[in-house]
């Protein structure tokens, strides 16, 4: 019997356009990067400007302007009336909204710590996927990420600021998406600037909640909870929450705390929000769940590999991932629900 033979495609069926669309998919977010950085939507701000009136007030060489402002026209980053020299660039709505440096919804600031880190720490993928090694500052100077950020206050601001830009729709998705109504106190255990704890205090007058982190993120905290004027149901603590054991509280929360660790660190988080909750408590993670089957998320999985840049054997998990390992430190039972984006909470009750 002859062996089976899958069909065939004549070259007239399938084209290269995804695969090059995705490998060279630098060009697009360098050029996102950069202009990020260099504050053209901030500076779009409140009208729109000449290519020329850009390039003066950046300071941009004319042989780059007009190619890297076309190019997010193209892209769909700006919109621009007429064409040529006359022609006017503006944001888009969602440039505008989450671009804009000035916009209460402002998300660039994890744009501007993967231009400012990130992007060029991916470009040793090969030799972390070959020797399962962090790529980042540990590779240059021998210290782990986190001790490179807290020796320099500016990169630690600028980091808490990209982690808030990307966890805001989420924080407040939670706020509205999970019933807090039976709990009365929370701890946000790696809270740094404070914006869960003050994300779901807002909505939920009869929490007191309590963010928790290092020393050096207590002030950036404080701050933060002045400016919402929570200051009276939301407290700043100084936890080391590898060598700590957690407050006590209803729910404990931990927002992109568990892929920051190898699986040794994830259990003993869990396992150490399982003793300080108490019957009936809450321990809500919230991370890029990726799907079970891992076919659906793929910023999931690309933030999986980021780890693996960032830490060598940190990583990413799946809702079943979360749920075993949770079982194991005596939960009774778990829940994904998901907030925004390829981001979800997970969720174990005791």
């Known amino acids: 019997m002859e062996d089976a033979k899958l069909p065939t495609m004549s070259r007239g069926d399938v084209t290269p356009d995804h695969i090059m669309q995705i490998g060279m998919g630098f060009w697009a977010s360098k050029a996102l990067l950069s202009a990020v950085e260099l504050g053209v939507f901030?500076?779009?701000a409140d009208r729109s400007k000449t290519g020329r009136e850009l390039e003066r007030a950046l300071e941009l060489n004319p042989r780059g302007t007009y190619d890297?402002?076309?190019?997010l026209v193209a892209l769909g980053l700006l919109e621009r009336d007429g064409n040529g020299v006359a022609g006017r660039y503006r944001n888009t709505?969602?440039?505008a909204v989450f671009l804009d440096r000035k916009s209460p919804q402002?998300?660039?600031?994890?744009?501007?710590?993967?231009?400012?880190?990130l992007y060029r720490f991916w470009a040793d993928l090969t030799p972390a996927l070959k020797t399962g090694k962090p790529q980042n500052e540990v590779k240059h100077s021998g210290l782990p990420m986190f001790d490179e950020l807290y020796a320099d206050p500016k990169r630690l601001e600028q980091f808490m600021d990209a982690m808030?830009?990307?966890?805001?729709?989420?924080?407040?998705?939670?706020?509205?998406k999970f019933d807090f109504s039976p709990y009365s106190t929370l701890a946000d255990i790696g809270g740094a600037s404070g914006q869960l704890s003050c994300s779901v205090a807002s909505q939920h007058t009869h929490l007191s909640c309590r963010s928790c982190d290092l020393p050096?993120?207590?002030p950036i905290a404080e701050r933060n909870i002045r400016k919402h004027g929570l200051s009276e149901r939301v407290q700043a603590d100084v936890i080391d929450f590898l060598h700590d054991g957690f407050p006590r509280a209803d729910i404990i929360t931990m927002g992109m705390i568990l892929?920051?660790?190898?699986?040794?660190?994830?259990?003993?988080l869990i396992a150490k929000a399982y003793r300080a909750l108490p019957k009936g408590g809450a321990l809500i993670a919230i991370e890029n769940i990726i799907d079970d089957e891992r076919r659906k998320n793929a910023f999931g999985l690309l933030m999986s590999l980021n780890m693996l840049i960032e830490f060598g054997d940190a990583f990413d998990f799946t809702g079943a991932d979360f749920a075993g390992w949770c079982r194991d430190a005596g939960f009774a039972h778990c829940e994904v629900r998901h907030l925004a984006g390829p981001t979800s909470a997970a969720i174990a009750y005791k």
Not at 259 to 268: A, I, T, V, Y
Request: charged content about 25%; hydrophobic content about 45%.
């Open 42 to 44: 901030t500076y779009l």
């Open 216 to 218: 050096v993120v207590k």
């Open 164 to 176: 808030a830009g990307i966890s805001k729709a989420n924080f407040s998705a939670l706020a509205e």
């Open 93 to 95: 709505a969602e440039t």
């Open 68 to 71: 890297l402002l076309d190019a």
């Open 106 to 117: 402002y998300s660039g600031g994890i744009l501007e710590m993967a231009n400012a880190r």
């Open 259 to 268: 892929h920051d660790w190898n699986l040794d660190r994830k259990k003993m």
